[in-house]
């Protein structure tokens, strides 16, 4: 009976230790590695194999999405009826610069996600292609030596846009200095104007800031349409307000050049081109004296018409904060019935009168008298 008992607790002991030997930690580290390799393996099978996948049930777009789409939808039909059609046709007797320019460039990236576009056509008006004469001075403004000056056309960018043909290609060519030593006199510049009064339909600058604080208007930064010389913004610089002027070269003068040489800013801009600005951008909105009948485009027959004005003032409204001001300046009513027009779009609007002033005024050598509009009138915010 006691080797039995011994031969048992031998065997007992024999256990314990294969069962620290299968216990060792390197035995336990290898089975952990094993099943997270297997289980790692088993997920990527699964992943992968057709049979397994779930479909994507599509969830209704948000509001947001869906008009992002719808944009999006609408850019690329553009594009691409704009790439189709091709605004003019690959003409050996155009210039190969200004083929270059037209041509639609492959976007850096490739497709794009949400247009479906590959190529970007390039921005370019369509009136520049509208009829042979603007076409042939849009051929001779692109013909140039590329990397080399440009050469001397002062006077083409003018005649283009005074055709309607803007935006303008861009050039690969170099810029000139000045074209000639800037005149002192006979620019236009008028010191006393919107200073000291000299007839009734005019307004001081000191009055209409006046009319701006008891609104609680703060007048920070301005645009003034065709504004000539700028003589306005420098008025307003002196009382601490900004005022972008949009600037036409006239009978060959620099003015562009003239008003930078001021300290202003000029734009070269035609009346009768969408305001490069953001929405409600601006605290005031000068609108000179031959603005409103040159909203139209004058070369395209448009200017005087009713919905030349419209467009215009729209688009003065657009650019005008809600709260604003819109300085109509002494413009000329040729006829008590264009003065009604004018007065009935400006009712559309919706604006507070803060100053309204009708005069006349007899035409210089012409029995005929002509009716002035001044008006200042404050923006209302709509919902």
């Given at each position: 009976?006691?080797?039995?008992?011994?031969?048992?607790?031998?065997?007992?002991?024999?256990?314990?230790?294969?069962?620290?030997?299968?216990?060792?930690?390197?035995?336990?580290?290898?089975?952990?590695?094993?099943?997270?390799?297997?289980?790692?393996?088993?997920?990527?099978?699964?992943?992968?194999?057709?049979?397994?996948?779930?479909?994507?049930?599509?969830?209704?777009?948000?509001?947001?999405?869906?008009?992002?789409?719808?944009?999006?939808?609408?850019?690329?039909?553009?594009?691409?009826?704009?790439?189709?059609?091709?605004?003019?046709?690959h003409?050996?007797d155009?210039?190969?610069?200004?083929?270059?320019?037209?041509?639609?460039?492959?976007?850096?990236?490739?497709?794009?996600?949400?247009?479906?576009?590959?190529?970007?056509?390039?921005?370019?008006?369509?009136?520049?292609?509208?009829?042979?004469?603007?076409?042939?001075?849009?051929?001779?403004?692109?013909?140039?030596?590329?990397?080399?000056?440009?050469?001397?056309?002062?006077?083409?960018?003018?005649?283009?846009?005074?055709?309607?043909?803007?935006?303008?290609?861009?050039?690969?060519?170099?810029?000139?200095?000045?074209?000639?030593?800037?005149?002192?006199?006979?620019?236009?510049?008028?010191?006393?104007?919107?200073?000291?009064?000299?007839?009734?339909h005019?307004?001081?600058?000191?009055?209409?800031?006046?009319?701006a604080?008891?609104?609680?208007?703060?007048?920070?930064?301005g645009?003034?349409?065709?504004?000539?010389?700028?003589?306005?913004?420098?008025?307003?610089?002196?009382r601490?307000?900004?005022?972008?002027?949009?600037?036409?070269?006239?009978?060959?003068?620099?003015?562009?050049?003239?008003?930078?040489?001021?300290?202003?800013?000029?734009?070269?801009?035609?009346p009768?081109?969408?305001?490069?600005?953001?929405?409600?951008?601006?605290?005031?909105?000068?609108?000179?004296?031959?603005?409103?009948?040159?909203?139209?485009?004058?070369?395209?027959?448009?200017?005087?018409?009713?919905?030349?004005?419209?467009?215009?003032?729209?688009?003065?409204?657009?650019?005008?904060?809600?709260?604003?001001?819109?300085?109509?300046?002494?413009?000329?009513?040729?006829?008590?019935?264009?003065?009604?027009?004018?007065?009935?779009?400006?009712?559309?609007?919706?604006?507070?009168?803060l100053?309204?002033?009708?005069?006349?005024?007899?035409?210089?050598g012409?029995?005929?008298?002509?009716?002035?509009?001044?008006?200042?009138?404050?923006?209302?915010?709509?919902?």
């Amino acid at each position: 009976m006691g080797s039995v008992s011994l031969n048992v607790a031998s065997s007992r002991r024999g256990g314990r230790r294969g069962l620290a030997c299968l216990c060792s930690p390197a035995l336990l580290n290898l089975l952990v590695l094993l099943s997270l390799l297997s289980t790692n393996l088993l997920a990527l099978l699964a992943f992968l194999s057709p049979h397994t996948r779930t479909p994507i049930v599509p969830t209704a777009p948000t509001s947001s999405s869906s008009s992002s789409s719808a944009i999006s939808a609408q850019v690329a039909a553009i594009a691409r009826e704009i790439d189709a059609t091709r605004l003019v046709p690959h003409r050996a007797d155009l210039p190969p610069e200004l083929l270059l320019f037209l041509s639609p460039h492959a976007l850096p990236l490739g497709r794009d996600a949400r247009t479906g576009l590959t190529h970007m056509p390039a921005s370019v008006a369509h009136a520049c292609f509208r009829s042979p004469s603007t076409l042939a001075l849009l051929s001779s403004f692109a013909s140039y030596a590329p990397h080399a000056v440009c050469p001397r056309n002062d006077t083409l960018p003018h005649r283009l846009i005074s055709k309607g043909c803007e935006p303008l290609p861009r050039r690969r060519c170099l810029s000139r200095g000045p074209r000639t030593p800037l005149p002192s006199s006979n620019m236009g510049v008028d010191g006393r104007r919107w200073v000291k009064p000299r007839h009734d339909h005019e307004f001081l600058i000191n009055d209409v800031l006046r009319l701006a604080g008891a609104a609680s208007i703060k007048i920070r930064i301005g645009l003034d349409v065709a504004g000539g010389a700028a003589n306005f913004a420098a008025r307003m610089r002196e009382r601490g307000v900004t005022v972008v002027t949009t600037v036409l070269d006239n009978a060959g003068k620099p003015m562009n050049e003239f008003v930078a040489a001021r300290g202003l800013f000029p734009l070269l801009l035609s009346p009768a081109h969408r305001f490069p600005f953001y929405d409600g951008v601006f605290d005031l909105v000068h609108v000179g004296t031959t603005a409103l009948d040159e909203g139209g485009a004058p070369a395209l027959g448009q200017a005087g018409t009713e919905e030349a004005l419209e467009f215009f003032m729209f688009d003065v409204d657009r650019v005008l904060r809600a709260g604003g001001l819109l300085w109509i300046d002494s413009y000329m009513c040729r006829s008590e019935e264009r003065r009604q027009v004018v007065v009935k779009l400006i009712g559309r609007f919706g604006y507070k009168k803060l100053k309204w002033v009708t005069a006349e005024k007899a035409s210089a050598g012409s029995a005929k008298t002509a009716i002035y509009l001044s008006a200042v009138l404050q923006k209302p915010a709509r919902s």
